[in-house]
Every structure is written in structure tokens, then in C-alpha cells.
């Protein structure tokens, strides 16, 4: 409203939501007090107030979730299930780290811990991905004690970014067309057909005795279905001796991405390591562990450098066993892989695994 008077407007409304927390405080504490009074003793209109002040919370027009000592989420009001893209019951129960981009997830979690300390509050600017969508954002983190609890709580508020929203990883996308079922399977089944005729021609008269075009096929995945996509082979029946063949990723990635990723040994991560030994796809359409794929030269995980929202990896399964590996990543500005995209990566590695050429004698 004031926008020659940033400063002094915005003091003035930290002001008015101090007077408002310490307001909220007190409410909190009469109401564990009344909870705390045996049935008998307690007035006959405090159901009625606690579900007064359980309404105002859902209803509140700015985002809040409340979090346990631990993280997970307590509660959230309609507005704050709507920014994280999900109904109430659902987020109720997971971690809010969960929906916090990968690269800000450290710093997060260290002021989350911070906060139940009891360091002081904490304001961070900070960035919310989930489902196809990133958005940065400003988090003031709050310790809320209570009579009955054991643990303090945490309430966490959300507002716009205070430095406009500095871009740090893939930029936030416009809402995209990929939830049309229709779509989904038009794209699929395109990929596929890409895929086949792909093998076919490495395969076909004036492709025999042709090595498999494996950087073709990781181009044409990572051109039209995900960010990055990572070959690896394996020469030998054991798995430790898998080697990483092809690196493909998407225009805007620097040359310090690629070259970490093309770096990793597969043996040292879970992911492919695990798909590797067992021969069993692995989805995470939301990632909740950022070091499955290993980390980098600086020790930074390398899930978090490539700016990951979700991953898939599947087998190359040939006759005689596993070959190899495929690990597709979609960044964290993109739609989250799902089942019917498992099908069909399953589908084209075990294409792939079969049109290697057989392991050296």
C-alpha cells in the first residue's frame, strides 16, 4: 500500500504481529490450562473456545504449519496445505523438510533445530518444491511451548521471498499440461516408438557389428522425458565392476555438473549401486534422502548439486543377468515421476540390456 515507506510499513506490521503472537500465546495458555482442569472444574464454554481457536487457525489467511520437536508436521491451516500442494490430512504426519528444495534442506534443518533449542526465532529465505512446481519463499520459525506437551512445538509462517526471490537451482516453472491422462500416454508411447527405432537401426542391416548407440539413447531420454540420465555398465558378473558409461544432461547444466556426475563411481552410492546388486527398480517420486547418489568433490550431495526432485533408476537387464543400470532425474521445477513412468523405463532398459553386445570372454 505504502511502497515509498517499505521500511517504516514494515515495522509497523512486525509490531502488530509481535502484539498479535503474544495475544495467541496467551489464548494457548488458557486453553492447556482449561484442558489441564479436570472435566468437573472446567466452564461450560471451553469446547466451544477450543474449536473457536481451531477454526481461526484453519481459516487464518496466511500460511502456518505447526511442527513437532522433530519436524513433522502437527497441523496445518487450508492456505498452507494449498502452498505445499496437498490436502491437510495427507501433509499431517510428514516432514516438512520434505517439501523444501534439496539444496535448502541443510540450512533448514539447522535452524529448525535451532529454534526448538531455544536459540530465538528464526527468519530464512528458503524454497518450496513439490509435484512440478518450485517456489522461493520466506519461512519465520517459531517456538511454541505448552503446558501439555513434552516437547516444545514449532510454528513455522510463510510469506514472499524479502530479497525477490533469488534463483538458486532451476527456475520455477509455469503449471504444466502433464496431468492430462491423454498427454501422459501420447508422450509415452512417443518416447517408446523413439526408443525402438533407435535400437533397431544399431541393430538392422547396415547396423550389425555397430557398438549400441548408449549416448544416443541417453540423449533422447534426457531431451524428452527428464533432466539427467545416467548409463552404467557393467563388463563383469560382479557388480563392483560396473563403470559409468554415457552422462546426459539438459542444455543449461555447467560443466562442473557434468563432471561430477560422470565422476561418481556407481559402487559408492546406493543408487545405482542397489539396483545394480539386486536387479530391482527403485522409484522416489519425491526424494527424501539426498545422498543416494553419492556426493560430490566437496561433499555436497550430488542429488542437491543437480538441483534433483525426483528419480527413477531401472536394470538393463540382457539374457544372461543384469548389464547395467539406468537412473533417470527430474529436477525439482518438474512433474514427479510415477508408476506408469517405472513401466516404461523398466520396458526400454530391458530393450537396451538386450541389445548390448554379450560381456568380454
Known amino acids: 500500500m505504502y511502497p515509498d515507506d517499505g521500511q517504516s510499513t514494515a515495522e509497523a506490521a512486525l509490531a502488530e504481529l509481535e502484539y498479535a503472537e503474544r495475544l495467541l500465546g496467551e489464548a494457548g495458555s488458557q486453553l492447556a490450562q482449561a484442558h489441564a482442569d479436570p472435566p468437573e472444574q472446567r466452564r461450560q464454554g471451553d469446547d466451544g473456545d477450543r474449536a473457536l481457536l481451531r477454526a481461526m487457525f484453519t481459516e487464518l489467511s496466511v500460511p502456518v504449519v505447526l511442527l513437532d520437536h522433530e519436524g513433522y508436521i502437527r497441523r496445518i491451516n487450508n492456505v498452507g496445505a494449498a ?18 528444495d534439496l539444496r ?17 526465532d528464526a527468519d530464512l529465505e528458503s524454497r518450496l518444491a513439490q509435484r512440478g512446481w518450485a517456489e522461493d519463499v520466506h519461512l519465520t520459525l517459531t517456538r511454541v511451548e505448552l503446558p501439555t506437551e513434552p516437547n516444545p512445538l514449532v510454528l513455522v509462517a510463510m510469506s514472499p521471498p524479502m530479497n525477490g526471490g533469488e534463483e538458486e537451482g532451476p527456475a520455477p516453472l509455469e503449471t504444466e499440461v502433464e496431468d492430462q491422462v491423454v498427454v501422459l500416454a501420447a508422450r509415452r508411447l512417443d518416447v517408446l ?10 541393430a538392422g542391416p547396415g547396423g550389425a ?4 548407440a548408449l549416448t544416443d539413447a ?20 560382479d557388480p563392483r565392476a560396473a563403470r559409468r558409461a554415457v552422462v546426459a544432461g539438459p542444455p543449461d547444466a555447467t560443466g562442473e555438473q557434468r563432471e561430477e556426475v560422470s565422476g561418481a563411481a556407481p559402487e559408492d552410492a546406493d543408487i545405482p549401486g542397489e539396483v545394480l546388486g539386486r536387479g530391482q527398480s527403485l522409484l522416489f517420486p519425491l526424494i527424501e534422502e539426498e545422498g543416494v547418489l553419492g556426493r560430490a568433490s566437496s561433499g555436497a550431495p550430488l542429488l542437491s548439486v543437480l538441483g534433483a526432485g525426483s528419480l527413477l533408476s531401472v536394470p538393463l537387464r540382457g539374457s544372461r543377468g543384469v548389464r547395467g543400470a539406468l537412473t533417470l532425474i527430474r529436477r525439482s521445477n518438474r512433474g514427479s515421476f510415477r508408476l506408469a513412468d517405472l513401466g516404461l ?6 530393450h537396451i540390456g538386450l541389445a548390448l553386445p554379450p560381456r568380454p570372454e
Open 83 to 100: 502452498r505445499l500442494g496437498s490436502g491437510p490430512g495427507y501433509l499431517t504426519g510428514k516432514p516438512f523438510v520434505h517439501f523444501v
Open 104 to 120: 535448502r534442506r541443510a540450512a533448514m534443518r539447522s535452524w529448525l533445530a535451532a529454534v526448538v533449542r531455544g536459540d530465538g
Open 193 to 202: 516408438t523413439r526408443m525402438t527405432r533407435l535400437l533397431l537401426r544399431s
Open 209 to 212: 557389428g555397430k557398438p549400441l
Open 218 to 237: 541417453a540423449g533422447l531420454l534426457a531431451d524428452s522425458y527428464a533432466d539427467w540420465v545416467i548409463v552404467d555398465v557393467c563388463d563383469l558378473p
Open 345 to 350: 523405463i523398466e520396458e526400454i532398459g530391458e
